[in-house]
C-alpha cells in the first residue's frame, strides 16, 4: 500500500567528517573510493527516511569529482530523495568541504544514487511520491524523470551487450 507523497524536506541526512591521514592517498587528498562509501552511507539512510523500509543501491551516475578534499578538512555529505518511481528512489548527494582555519566552504562532489526499497522478503515495494519545497529540490525534481529515462536506457543497453 503506498503511502501519501512526503516533503524532500523528510529525507535529508547529513554526516559531517573530519578528514584525516588515513582517509587520503599519496596525494594528501582524500581516497574516492572512502568519500563514495560516506555518500552511499548517506543515501542509504535518506532512502530509508523516506520508504520507511529497507533500500539497496540500485545505481549511481553522475559522480562528478569537482575539487580535492584535503587533510583536516570538514567535509558534509548531504542526501535527499528528489524523485521515485514505483520502488525506486533518486537520492542527490552532494558533499562540501571546509577549511576550518580559513572558512572557505567548496562543493567537492555531486552524485545521483538510485536505491529500490524492498518489503520483508526482498522484494521491490511501493515507495511514496516525493513534495520537492525548495528552489533546488524543485529543479531536481523537474529534471529527474529524464535522467530516470537515461539510466533505464543504460541498463537495458548492458544487458543487451
Not at 78 to 100: D, G, H, K, P
Amino acid at each position: 500500500m503506498e503511502e501519501t507523497a512526503k516533503p524532500a524536506s523528510e529525507s535529508r541526512t547529513i554526516m559531517t567528517q573530519l578528514i584525516f591521514p588515513l582517509d587520503t592517498n599519496h596525494h594528501d587528498t582524500m581516497f574516492g573510493g572512502k568519500l563514495m562509501e560516506y555518500m552511499d552511507k548517506v543515501a542509504a539512510i535518506s532512502a530509508m527516511r523516506h520508504a520507511r523500509m529497507q533500500a539497496v543501491t540500485a545505481s549511481t551516475d553522475s559522480l562528478d569529482f569537482l575539487a580535492p578534499i584535503q587533510i583536516g578538512e570538514v567535509i558534509e555529505v548531504e542526501a535527499f530523495v528528489t524523485w521515485t518511481n514505483r520502488s525506486s528512489m533518486e537520492i542527490y548527494v552532494s558533499v562540501n568541504s571546509e577549511n576550518l582555519y580559513s572558512g572557505v566552504r567548496k562543493t567537492t562532489v555531486t552524485a545521483f544514487f538510485t536505491f529500490v526499497a524492498q518489503d520483508d522478503n526482498g522484494k521491490p515495494a511501493a515507495v511514496p511520491a516525493v513534495i520537492p519545497e525548495t528552489e533546488e529540490e524543485k529543479e531536481l525534481h523537474a529534471s529527474a524523470p529524464e535522467r530516470h529515462i537515461l539510466r533505464s536506457k543504460r541498463k537495458q543497453d548492458r544487458q543487451r551487450g
